[in-house]
């Protein structure tokens, strides 16, 4: 049995920044694994632990040779190998919306033939959300999008998954989902474990398998998206807010005033 | 290809959800520049109810779906596909919340069309640009849509609502679900913000988030929550690692909070925080980056270190 999990290294902006044309300068970049993927390859690795068969857990990334470092902290925490999908062609694309990350991600689906595929919620970078849904739909596979809850017994050997989707305003929403299934997962499901110096001597000779557009069956086309970045800036301070300036006595002391003029603090 | 736009409007447990009004407005200003009809899709739970409430000014057609009482992915992508082949529309917009984001690309897909999440703007001048935001809020972008058809989905509270009454022509639409592609099953909810303490009944909070580092670190905050009578909530990083309780946390997925005064320590300020906190009647924000969107909504601004601001601030009360 097989579970895939997508993976991507998210550029985090420092607090000072500035943009260079359609991006931030890479200056005031640095790069990390996806907040929602920690999740999302940790409830993989449960599910794998869970299971009485022999399950292998295998990462797939879209992303540049750089990316490789992310990677590797997923397999140390117990992934057994990685796709890792870039080219030319990708390098050159603009902007890689959902559908274009959808064709590629759905030739590895088809190559590999999971189970279950987890994602992350979304990309902390751009935020578009959809990645899992989409693919599951154009691979054929059920899905639940926001996954807060997984009970990892028996997932794969049932195939049902019994998932609660977290729905605004504090509400859970109780689903079974039929698999072969995309689960996209939120943050919070569980408890990321901290690789162990072993995962990561581990990690170092395990396989990360390069994939070009050709070696997935595809061609340039596949990532010939319709989204074009046009523009990108710093959204306008709308702060009307009254500062408190000197050092944090100081501050702390005029916020004091302010506070008990409120109310706050009054016995 | 029709110039109109079709939304799908959103409900729960019995409710039309306030984000379906913010489509109907999202949906008139596009569809005016379009030149086309809105249309709405009510699908599922009680259809006549929530048809009288979406039966708003701007709203031209009202196509309803009768298939059970809640929301079911594979309900709706099928039903908003079909609708789509049937009317043609130029867009299809649905909101981006958690259900939204449940079929939205699954419909997406399935019709070939591009897909716009998370829209805080959206403008059509010959095609379709949208605003949204990308690495955590700290930047907005301008997308332009390649395509005549595309399916958006759009961020709740940036649009107004009307409460005027419309004329809507309403439609049922037979349409027989494919119930052998229905694979997943909505057995219950659970309200999961129980517990000891309901913050929403607080008067005055001190909200901790990210910026607070450590989970020892919280009984700074805790102290100084302490020492102003007031109740501890957080931001949702805080309830993920474990170190105060769900029903803490305040926020789009947690709980939305009106206090008298809500201090914000730490936190940055992500739209999903600031969804649920910013009918407080006062707020003060404590963070070192004087950038973060908290002060944007902050009625005080304290830019300092919290491990500076705070021990002082409790040396002030105690």
């Known amino acids: 049995m097989k579970v895939l999990v997508t993976v991507k290294e998210v550029a985090e902006v420092e607090d000072d920044f500035e943009i260079a044309d359609l991006d931030i300068d890479p200056r005031y970049l640095e790069y990390d694994l996806n907040e929602w993927d920690e999740y999302a390859v940790e409830a993989a690795v449960q599910l794998a632990e869970a299971s009485d068969e022999d399950v292998e857990v295998v990462s797939a990334t879209i992303g540049p040779e750089r990316s490789e470092e992310t990677v590797r902290m997923a397999l140390a925490k117990g992934v057994d190998r990685a796709v890792r999908i870039w080219d030319d062609d990708i390098e050159a694309a603009e902007f890689l919306d959902v559908a274009s990350k959808v064709r590629l991600l759905e030739a590895v689906v088809a190559e590999e033939d999971p189970d279950l595929v987890l994602t992350g919620v979304q990309a902390n970078d751009t935020g578009f959300g959809a990645t899992g849904v989409a693919l599951a739909d154009a691979v054929g596979f059920e899905w639940g999008a926001v996954v807060n809850h997984l009970d990892t017994e028996g997932v794969l050997e049932d195939g049902v998954a019994h998932v609660h989707r977290e729905l605004e305003g504090g509400i859970d929403e109780i689903t079974e989902i039929d698999l072969p299934a995309v689960l996209t997962i939120q943050t919070g499901i569980n408890e990321p474990r901290y690789a162990s110096l072993r995962g990561i001597r581990q990690a170092q000779s395990k396989e990360i398998a390069p994939k070009a557009l050709s070696d997935l069956g595809l061609d340039h086309e596949a990532v010939a998206g319709e989204l074009f970045l046009t523009d990108m800036y710093e959204p306008e301070a709308e702060s009307d807010a009254t500062y408190f300036d000197g050092d944090a006595g100081e501050q702390a002391s005029q916020l004091a005033t302010a506070l008990r003029e409120k109310g706050v603090g009054a016995e | ?318």
């Open chain 2, 1 to 318: 290809m029709s110039p109109d736009v079709l939304a799908v409007a959103e409900h729960r447990r019995g409710d039309v959800r306030e984000v379906s009004y913010e489509l109907v407005t999202a949906g008139r200003e596009l569809a005016d520049a379009t030149g086309g009809d809105l249309h709405v899709a009510v699908i599922s739970g009680r259809i006549d109810e929530f048809t009288t409430r979406l039966d708003l000014e701007g709203v031209d057609r009202i196509h309803t779906v009768d298939h059970g009482e809640e929301f079911n992915h594979d309900v709706y992508t099928q039903v908003v596909c079909a609708l789509a082949d049937e009317l043609d529309p130029q867009y299809v917009l649905a909101p981006n919340s958690v259900n939204g984001l449940d079929y939205a690309p699954a419909v997406a897909n399935r019709l070939g069309l591009p897909l716009v999440t998370d829209a805080v703007g959206i403008e059509y001048d010959g095609g379709l640009t949208v605003t949204r935001e990308m690495y955590g809020s700290k930047v907005e972008t301008t997308v332009e849509v390649d395509a005549e058809r595309a399916v958006a989905t759009i961020r709740p509270g940036e649009w107004v609502t009307t409460e005027a009454i419309g004329d809507a022509e309403v439609t049922p639409f037979e349409f027989e679900v494919d119930e052998s592609a229905v694979n997943s099953e909505v057995t219950g909810f659970e309200e999961v913000a129980g517990g000891d303490v309901d913050i929403a009944d607080a008067e005055v909070l001190v909200s901790v988030g990210r910026g607070i580092e450590e989970e020892e670190n919280i009984k700074l905050v805790e102290r100084l929550a302490d020492a102003l009578g007031a109740t501890l909530s957080s931001s949702r990083p805080i309830v993920d690692n474990g170190w105060l309780p769900k029903n803490r946390q305040v926020g789009q997925s947690g709980k939305v909070v009106t206090p008298k005064v809500y201090i914000a320590i730490g936190i940055s300020g992500a739209v999903q925080h600031v969804a649920g906190m910013k009918g407080s009647e006062t707020i003060v924000a404590v963070n070192n980056d004087p950038n973060a969107p908290i002060f944007d909504i902050a009625d005080y601004g304290v830019v300092g270190d919290l491990f500076d601001v705070v021990p002082a601030l409790i040396e002030q009360f105690e």
